[in-house]
C-alpha cells in the first residue's frame, strides 16, 4: 500500500466547499506531486491501494473533496494525523497545522482572508506545499511514537 501525505486548499470548508485551487502530495517528504486539474486530483483519490494522510482530513478534505470533485471515500482510505495526533500526544496544548509546524521548525505560509477567494496560484501552492512538509513530519512522528509504544 502507497502511504501518500497530502493537503488540499480551496474555497469554502468541508462540505461548503466551492472550488479546491490545488491538491498536494508526497511518499517521502522531498518529491511535492501538485495539480490543479480536477480529472488529475480525481485520478490521484481514486488509485488502489492507497492511504491518504491528511490533517483534520475527517473534518475538512473528505467533505471537500465529495462536494467539489464527487468523490466518495471511506474512513478507510485516510488517516487523519489530528486525530492521531490527539490519541499519541495528549499533552500538546494545540494540534492544529500551525502550531505543529512552528513545532517541526516549518511556519504555516499565511493566506488573508481575502487572499482565499482569489486564489493567488503562487500563494496557493506555497501554502498546499508546506502544509504538505509540516504534515509529513507529523505523520513521521507518530509513526515513531507508534512503534515506541508497539515495539
Known amino acids: 500500500m502507497k502511504i501518500r501525505v497530502f493537503d488540499t486548499e480551496g474555497v469554502g470548508l468541508n462540505s461548503s466547499a466551492t ?15 501538485y495539480t490543479t486539474d ?23 478534505d473528505m467533505p471537500a ?7 466518495e471515500m471511506t ?11 490527539w490519541a499519541l500526544f495528549p499533552d500538546r496544548p494545540k494540534h492544529g497545522l ?9 511556519p504555516k505560509v499565511v493566506v488573508r482572508e481575502d487572499q482565499w477567494e482569489e486564489g493567488d496560484p503562487v500563494l496557493m ?7 504538505v512538509l509540516i504534515n509529513w513530519c507529523e505523520y513521521q512522528k507518530q509513526i515513531k511514537r507508534l512503534e515506541e509504544i508497539y515495539d
Not at 472550488?19 to 506531486?33: Q, R, V
Request: include cysteine; glycine fraction near 8%; charge should be negative.
Open 19 to 33: 472550488k479546491l485551487w490545488n491538491l498536494c502530495y508526497t511518499e517521502d517528504g522531498e518529491e511535492f506531486h
Open 98 to 106: 500551525e502550531a505543529l509546524g512552528l513545532e517541526h521548525g516549518f
Open 125 to 131: 501552492r506555497e501554502r498546499v506545499e508546506r502544509d
Open 75 to 85: 474512513y478507510k482510505q485516510f488517516w487523519d494525523s489530528m486525530y492521531v495526533s
Open 38 to 60: 480536477y480529472d488529475t486530483m480525481r485520478g490521484w483519490l481514486q488509485e488502489p491501494d492507497v492511504l491518504w494522510v491528511g490533517h483534520y482530513a475527517i473534518g475538512h
Open 65 to 71: 473533496i465529495k462536494a467539489v470533485l464527487d468523490i
